[in-house]
């Protein structure tokens, strides 16, 4: 099998490319030229971009397979130093300058060395986060915030976390907790222990599920949110939890439209939720800058192995983020 190949000079800006649709042996670095600045466009150093499942759907065939869109940039969340911006910019936070330290969230083509993204996509990094901790923290954020808004889930809930040892169920059990429910969480039992430690109660998925959590929940639950996209997750979820509304699924699109339940984010018939994820971002960094929400990163790449992260993401059992660096 062909791996990423490095046709870049060192020092030069370089950015991953799929140059076709297939697995991870069709992504490529290549040399770029620096990019140029657009109004309210900022430039960044990239310290450590994020990788999510999203990011290998991209050239899998999963959202299609357009010759014309090849080749494809990929990455979506970022973490850098700003290089150059006009005076005067501001950003969501406030005014933003050449040197600080930012997140980028939503970025476009965060594989890279450098990146050119709009001011209103940088946040500033919390100092309590590391580079890879940083590019990790906005989509398993602001996907778990919308998750647990469009569910209402507070004080007194009980809901179930599908797919809870990922990026995203991380963020929900972590943000769940914060908001004062009971969690349960599920995932393979070499899992558990770290999910107690962030504060649910864990249960292995899989057979039996719904009697396992009915044990740990005898007065009932209250909300779910499937993070997995399994039918055994919507099964248990509609099986639980009496009002439909409160059952939210990022993944499971089709079964969402036959069960009555919430799609959530960019599938079809799904609500992007694009002000709530856009206004989570300051307080999801406000809530790690303060310790109260951990951003776990499981392994970290050079960005020259990007297919090796690929390999490992299209897995679908890490546990937390996994993070390239330049
Ligand atoms: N709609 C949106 O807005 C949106 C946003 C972000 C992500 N997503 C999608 O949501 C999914 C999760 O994303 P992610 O970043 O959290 O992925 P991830 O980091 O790869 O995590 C996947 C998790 O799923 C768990 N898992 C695997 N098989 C399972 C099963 N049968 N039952 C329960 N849990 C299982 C794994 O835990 P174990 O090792 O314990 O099995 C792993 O921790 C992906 O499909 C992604 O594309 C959608």
């Known amino acids: 099998m062909r791996s990423s190949r490095t046709v870049v000079e060192p020092g030069m800006p370089a950015v991953v ?3 076709g649709y297939g697995g991870p042996e069709v992504l490529s670095m290549v040399e770029v030229p620096t990019p140029e600045l657009g109004p309210g466009q900022a430039r960044i150093a990239v310290r450590a ?3 999510n ?13 357009d010759p014309a869109a090849l080749p494809l940039r990929l990455g979506l969340e970022a973490a850098g130093v700003i290089t150059a911006v006009e005076p005067g910019a501001t950003g969501p936070a406030g005014p933003v300058a050449v ?8 970025a476009s083509g965060a594989y890279a060395t450098e990146i050119v993204s709009p001011v209103q996509s940088l946040l500033p990094k919390p100092a309590s986060l590391d580079w890879p901790q940083a590019a990790g923290l906005m989509v398993g954020g602001v996907t778990a915030w919308h998750c647990l808004a469009a569910t209402a889930v507070g004080t007194g809930d009980t809901v179930l976390v ?5 990026g995203v169920g991380i963020m929900a059990v972590q943000l769940a907790a914060g908001r004062g429910a009971t969690v349960i969480a599920t995932a393979s039992p070499g899992k558990h222990a770290f999910l107690r430690e962030l504060g649910a109660v864990p249960v292995a998925y ?11 929940a005898p007065d009932g639950v209250d909300a779910a949110v499937d993070l997995v996209g399994t039918d055994e997750a919507v099964d248990v979820s509609v099986a639980l939890v009496t009002d439909r509304a409160r059952i939210a699924t990022i993944a499971a699109f089709g079964r969402a439209q036959q069960e009555g339940i919430k799609a959530l984010g960019n599938g079809p018939g799904a609500d992007p939720g694009t002000d709530i994820r856009t ?11 303060e310790g109260k929400l951990r951003v776990v990163v499981a392994e970290t ?10 390999r490992l993401i299209k897995q679908g059992h890490t546990a937390g983020k996994i993070a390239l660096l330049p």
């Open 162 to 166: 599908h797919g809870a040892a990922g």
């Open 53 to 65: 499942p999203a990011d290998h759907k991209m050239y899998s065939g999963a959202f299609g397979t």
């Open 206 to 216: 899989g057979n039996g599920l719904a009697d396992r959590v009915r044990e740990l």
């Open 49 to 51: 971009a994020g990788v």
């Open 301 to 310: 790449f050079p960005l020259a192995s990007v297919a090796d992260a690929h």
């Open 99 to 106: 040197g600080d330290e930012v997140i980028v969230y939503r």
């Open 17 to 19: 490319v799929a140059t």
């Open 279 to 289: 206004a989570a971002r300051l307080e999801l960094a406000r809530l790690a800058d």
